[in-house]
């Protein structure tokens, strides 16, 4: 007797292919974000619009010279300017460098700095009355969001563990005035 051959191999080789492109697909695309990342094309556009963004949203001036932004957490920023409403200087940092690595904090509900290496910074705090408050409110209320839009769940949470690495301050000029 001879056994038909059957229907469910064609089918079986169909969906396997099927799913190999989408794999194929999606480690393609996982490749070239990591590629458009790590390019100074790349970089530059994310300056760009952070930039742009934060400018917008604070309606004053703020630049980066330079930035790197690793997938591992590693975060360089140089040349980081930011004034305040009366167009003086608020905060300059020449050099930042911190290392925070992504994965304790998307998977581990934990936040670990390995790194930071600061040089340069000059800051400029000051506080006219009580009222006003400080120079910088300002980006605080930028970024605050209403209590409507952030509704409190009644679910305890736990709380975030921290954990802090080797960190170095050079050159830090820091100005207070209340």
Same mark, same amino acid.
């Given at each position: 007797?001879?056994? &038909?051959?059957?229907?469910?191999?064609?089918?079986? &080789?169909?969906?396997? %292919?099927?799913?190999?492109?989408?794999?194929?697909?999606?480690?393609?695309?996982? !490749?070239?974000?990591?590629?458009?990342? %790590?390019?100074?094309?790349?970089?530059?556009? !994310?300056?760009?619009?952070?930039? &742009?963004?934060?400018?917008?949203?604070?309606?004053?001036?703020?630049?980066?010279?330079?930035?790197?932004?690793?997938?591992?957490?590693?975060?360089?920023?140089?040349?980081?300017?930011?004034?305040?409403?009366?167009?003086?200087?608020?905060?300059?940092? %020449?050099?930042?460098? =911190?290392d925070v690595p992504l994965y304790p904090i998307v998977f581990g509900h934990q936040l670990k700095v390995d790194l930071v290496d600061w040089k340069?910074?000059?800051?400029?705090?000051?506080?006219?009355?009580?009222?006003?408050?400080?120079?910088?409110?300002?980006? !605080?209320? =930028?970024? =605050?969001?209403?209590?409507?839009?952030?509704?409190?769940?009644?679910?305890?949470?736990?709380?975030?563990?921290?954990?802090?690495?080797?960190?170095?301050?050079?050159?830090?000029?820091?100005?207070?005035?209340?």
């Amino acid at each position: 007797m001879i056994s &038909k051959p059957s229907a469910s191999k064609p089918l079986f &080789k169909k969906i396997l %292919r099927i799913l190999s492109r989408i794999v194929l697909s999606i480690l393609i695309l996982f !490749i070239l974000l990591i590629l458009f990342v %790590r390019s100074p094309w790349g970089q530059d556009l !994310i300056i760009e619009k952070v930039t &742009k963004y934060v400018s917008e949203k604070i309606d004053t001036k703020f630049e980066i010279g330079k930035l790197y932004l690793s997938f591992s957490g590693n975060l360089t920023i140089e040349e980081l300017l930011l004034e305040d409403t009366s167009q003086d200087t608020l905060m300059y940092s %020449r050099y930042l460098e =911190a290392d925070v690595p992504l994965y304790p904090i998307v998977f581990g509900h934990q936040l670990k700095v390995d790194l930071v290496d600061w040089k340069g910074l000059k800051a400029n705090v000051s506080r006219k009355d009580s009222i006003e408050g400080f120079n910088f409110q300002f980006i !605080i209320d =930028a970024f =605050a969001s209403s209590p409507e839009e952030n509704p409190r769940s009644n679910k305890e949470e736990t709380p975030l563990d921290v954990s802090l690495g080797v960190i170095s301050f050079e050159e830090f000029q820091l100005s207070y005035q209340d």
